[in-house]
């Protein structure tokens, strides 16, 4: 089976970094993705990691272990707008389908 | 324009009647999807399809059913709705062909009440 694990909810300040870290279990790994979504919106992406490492998009980066099945999400500088839940899905090989986590919900305070 | 549109945007119905929401896209992907959002259970799929002739139910299909009338339009049915249908909709899409991330792309959902 498969399954996604990661934090119900987080604060911080705004200029400061935090890190989402989202552990998974799957049969046949094919990509993670990390998705933004703004209470009552829809979740957009915001970034996709196959390979082992870290991906640098502006202030959010993402990175990738598979041999640990863990993944993280670090957002810098950041910003009141960035409080919003942010959604780890994994992608299996067999299905081609997307398991979303519960996702984690960000407040970021002056 | 948005490239993928959901109606209604928001409905209240009662117990026991049929509903459709309908799905449309102007990405011109194969792929689209209908999953629900409960607070607390994330995004469950409810069903796939990769191709106009192609129908995959998805982890929580019962009680639901679709119909993919063309490329661009994926509609879901509730044929007799029940109170925990009450949820958040959402369509997405997605082109393999496009890359590798075959990236899921969503509407705006439909936040539907079963009284």
């Given at each position: 089976g498969q399954n996604i694990d990661q934090p119900t909810e987080m604060t911080a300040t705004e200029g400061a970094i935090v890190q989402i870290n989202c552990t998974y279990q799957t049969s046949g790994f094919n990509g993670l993705f990390w998705y933004q979504q703004h209470a009552g919106e829809a979740p957009t992406f915001l970034s996709y990691n196959v390979l082992d490492?870290?991906?640098?998009?502006?202030?959010?980066?993402?990175?990738?272990?598979?041999?640990?099945?863990?993944?993280?999400?670090?957002?810098?500088?950041?910003?009141?707008?960035?409080?919003?839940?942010y959604l780890c899905a994994v992608r299996s090989h067999n299905t081609d389908k997307l398991i979303f986590g519960t996702g984690t919900r960000l407040q970021v305070f002056p | 324009d948005a490239d993928v549109t959901q109606t209604p945007r928001n409905r209240i119905t009662k117990t026991g009647k049929r509903i459709m929401l309908e799905c449309s896209q102007t990405k011109g992907h194969?792929?689209?999807y209908w999953y629900r959002q409960d607070p607390g259970l994330g995004l469950r799929l409810i069903y796939y399809s990769f191709d106009v002739k192609d129908i995959n139910k998805g982890e929580i299909s019962d009680g639901y059913s679709v119909s993919r009338q063309a490329q661009a339009k994926f509609s879901l049915s509730l044929e007799s709705a029940i109170p925990n249908q009450t949820a958040l909709y959402f369509c997405a899409t997605s082109d393999p062909l496009g890359g590798p991330t075959?990236?899921?792309y969503f509407g705006p959902g439909t936040r539907l009440t079963v009284l």
């Open positions: 490492g870290l991906e640098e998009k502006g202030r959010f980066s993402s990175f990738l272990s598979r041999s640990k099945g863990y993944s993280y999400l670090l957002l810098k500088e950041l910003q009141m707008k960035d409080s919003a839940s | 194969d792929r689209m075959d990236t899921q």
